[in-house]
């Protein structure tokens, strides 16, 4: 039973461009979560999606940023127009019920 | 506003001994925490986890003890290995009308001594 995936692994953008950052659920699994590690910082949480439903997205920055997870294929987190302070580790966590596993994670570097 | 912190950014051991990683929480509403180890570049993986009617979590050499009354988690290694040297996480969720969110403290990097 493979793990999460997520792909790219390390992701460059200049200032202004888009990044799509895909997660593949472990096998079984149909609760996704985004969640970004800033530089010297914990993890924190960004949104929670099932099926074609948003959750929760209290965590999301209002503007730039959303999330999907379509009935079929990969969860997409995706950030519009980047910017410098978007630097960061993301990660994708899926869960059966209530444990949640991570993915290796996507790096993604602003320049 | 911090409700789940691990005020230790840093703890060293030698081989053999114990190593107790330490997180405190605020909110009462928590009802589910978990432990995490982190190697650089890599996903958090999932040591154990404890429910709030329990106060202990054993598997293996991994020992969970929750104190709910002091809002206080921690987690026991022995014995410990350098092989266990990473950044360790704690986290916790309300379950059962939040859908489960993990809140995450800022992490302890424990390095183990040969």
């Known amino acids: 039973n493979a793990g999460v995936m997520q792909n790219p692994r390390h992701l460059v953008r200049r200032r202004g461009q888009e990044a799509r950052l895909r997660c593949s659920p472990m096998k079984g699994h149909s609760h996704v979560y985004w969640y970004r590690q800033l530089p010297e910082e914990g993890l924190k949480f960004m949104v929670y999606?099932?099926?074609?439903?948003?959750?929760?997205e209290s965590g999301m920055p209002k503007e730039r940023f959303s999330a999907e997870f379509p009935k079929e294929g990969p969860s997409i987190l995706r950030i519009q127009q980047v910017v410098r302070g978007d630097s960061a580790a993301y990660f994708c966590?899926?869960?059966?019920?209530?444990?949640?596993?991570f993915g290796p994670g996507t790096r993604l570097t602003v320049l | 506003d911090q409700q789940v912190k691990q005020n230790s950014p840093s703890l060293s051991v030698q081989e053999g001994r114990i190593s107790i990683l330490n997180c405190d929480y605020t909110n009462s509403m928590f009802d589910y925490f978990l432990w995490y180890k982190k190697y650089p570049a890599e996903g958090p993986t999932f040591l154990i986890s404890?429910?709030?009617?329990?106060d202990k979590n054993e598997d293996g050499r991994f020992t969970v003890f929750l104190n709910k009354s002091a809002k206080h988690l921690s987690l026991h290694i022995v014995p410990s290995q350098p092989g266990d040297s990473a950044v360790y996480f704690c986290?916790?969720?309300?379950?059962?009308?939040?859908?489960?969110?993990?809140?995450f403290g800022q992490g302890t990097e424990l390095s183990v001594k040969p």
């Open positions: 404890i429910s709030s009617i329990k």
């Open positions: 999606l099932q099926k074609e439903n948003i959750i929760d």
């Open positions: 966590a899926s869960s059966p019920e209530v444990t949640q596993y």
């Open positions: 986290a916790a969720s309300q379950t059962y009308n939040q859908g489960g969110k993990l809140i």
